[in-house]
């Protein structure tokens, strides 16, 4: 099983992000008790097992300081069972990342590092509101490397505004020669409430065109390729085998506890996600109960997450389980399916269907094509 801790504060909004936070600390200590009597209450939600992989996101966790943190994680160890050498990610400013409080991360049993870079260009990361510099994310990840860790992951962004394919690939290419694992690389896109939204809406900033991010994108992940890199779900790649053992996870469909507000969880039948307001997270928990909605999975949707999900990565879906489990949608979509075989967007390979290399940029059409609506 893994766990999810979602850290909301930020120092400042970043202009793309979709994600739930909120730039003020005000709430941190208010915030720190609810969490705590979230994990205390919600320790029955899964089946007694070890923790594979822990994963401390938001937001900025790295804003936190080390007795916050110690807090969220002592008490998930008060809580579960974690497995020796079981993944420990939390994600990192670059500015963050000094020697005072990467060793802090370290002491609390953090091994695996997530670092928003997003572009190595200071114009660039001033027009999307980041809050460093990339001198100090170079700088920052060499110090963590130097420091023994030895799984840095980092994050990458396609269609930055004023960002061309030269700078692009210039900042793959910085990417690649700093001690880094692994890479996620992002296509922007307009997320509800950002400002971003707000721009486009104002005529103030557009996308660049589909097809010259699709461009792009394929540039990436042939040069990455290239540079040693394993293309092993749409928007990462990884050194050596180093996947993102907590996000596969996810695309495996294994189960997970998530918490912190806007924190999403899955047991096998049903998803659930806390309410994405961090006041109504704390004063539900202050009252004893938790703010969340919840949905139980028919078999559709069951079929339909494991199409969207398992074929976003590289060992795709398992056509002995699309025959057996799940054999009447199977057999409704079995003409868009010779489709994609026939054009090489989809392999056939060794019992199992997934998305070949050329493919991977009109994945979103392969997947809609191949879920169903009803029985």
Known sequence: MGIYVHVPFCRSKCFYCGFYSVASLKLKEAYLGAIGREIDSRRDYLPEGNVRTLYFGGGTPSYLEQEDLKRIVRKLEENYSFMPGAERTIELNPEDLTREKLESIKELGFNRLSVGVQSFSDERLKQINRTHSGRQAVEGITLAASMGFD???????????????????????????????????????????????????????????????????????????????????????????????????????????????????????????????????????????????????????????????????????????LEGDYAVFWNQVQEQLQKYLKSGDLLEERGRFRISESGWVISDAILSDLFVISE
């Open 151 to 321: 799984n840095i992951s980092m994050d990458l962004m396609i269609g930055l505004p004023g960002q061309i394919g030269e700078e692009l690939l210039a900042d793959v290419d910085v990417a690649s020669r700093l001690p880094v694992s692994h890479l996620s690389v992002y296509m922007l896109s307009i997320d509800s409430n950002t400002v971003f939204e707000f721009m486009v809406k104002q005529g103030k900033f557009k996308l660049e065109d589909e097809e010259v991010i699709a461009k792009r994108y394929q540039q990436v992940c042939e040069r990455l390729k290239g540079l040693g890199f394993e293309h092993y779900e749409i928007s990462n790649f990884a050194r050596d085998g180093k996947y993102s053992v907590h996000n596969t996870s996810y695309w495996q469909q294994k189960p997970y506890i998530g918490f912190g507000p806007s924190a999403h969880s899955y047991d096998l039948r049903s998803r659930q996600w806390n309410t994405a307001n961090l006041k109504t997270y704390i004063d539900s928990l202050d009252s004893g109960g938790l703010s969340f909605e919840k949905e139980e999975l028919t078999i559709v949707d069951l079929y339909n997450e494991y199409v969207m999900t398992n074929l976003r990565t590289m060992w795709g879906v398992e056509k002995e389980k």
